[in-house]
């Protein structure tokens, strides 16, 4: 199976690749050099625009195959109305028109205004994007790229990059979003069937709980 041939390779091996594929597959440089020219507060994209296809990558399937939308994530906590967030969502809708997917744009710092209602339990109020990476459904989708100034990518994977390459879906059980796992899991593993989804765990024991890695931030 050579889709799984980075599997156990070293962190900064899979970041490198990850970093070449930003690069050079498909439009994905584009969307990150459109993202750095809006000049948003701590801005990424995350989740699956980079999980997605670095199995397509893996697997020769076209790019964006699978993604239904790029997220972006940014943190603005002097602006926290809606209206306010609706601008920036304007704003980028015109920015990658004509692009092979759209954008779906959220302002981190007032998720916890909305999130209840939407998904029915509480979410922290946030410092920073990162920490909504970390609280992906999945360690599997907890990963954020940026490109700066210098034209580097920046990438923070808290949970490392291994979940990724070894094709698995495997649960964050630091909020309880059993629904979403599994329901995310079933399409992603339809769409890409070398995939294993790994089952929620009902009152699972505190050791099994994920501790994101901060540290977990690297540079090209």
Excluded at 32 to 60: C, E, H, K, Q
Excluded at 88 to 117: C, K, T
Excluded at 145 to 150: F, G, V
């Amino acid at each position: 199976m050579t889709y799984l041939k980075f599997a156990d390779a070293t962190l900064d091996e899979q970041a490198a690749l990850i970093f070449s594929m930003c690069r050079e597959f498909g439009p994905l440089y584009d969307y990150f050099a459109r993202l750095r020219d809006m000049n948003l507060p701590d801005a990424w994209i995350v989740s699956g625009a980079i999980y997605n296809n670095v199995w397509n990558y893996l697997t020769d399937r076209p790019a964006m195959h699978g993604v239904k939308d790029v997220d972006i994530f940014y943190y603005d906590a002097d602006a926290i109305t809606y209206d306010e967030e609706d601008k920036i969502i304007s704003d980028a809708e015109a920015i990658f028109a004509g692009m092979q997917v759209p954008v779906e744009v959220r302002n981190q710092a007032r998720v916890h205004l909305w999130y209840p209602a939407h998904f029915g339990f509480d979410y922290p109020k946030l410092d920073h994007s990162r920490e909504a990476i970390d609280r992906f459904a999945c360690t599997t989708h907890s990963v954020g790229m940026r490109l700066n100034d210098k034209d580097q990518f920046e990438l923070y994977a808290p949970y490392g990059l291994k979940d990724i390459f070894s094709f698995k879906l495997i649960p964050n059980y630091n909020l309880p979003n059993k629904e979403t796992h599994l329901n995310k899991g079933e399409r992603l593993c339809a769409l890409w069937p070398e995939l294993h989804l790994e089952p929620w765990v009902d009152d699972v024991p505190a050791e099994l709980v994920p501790r994101p890695d901060q540290t977990l931030y690297l540079v090209e």
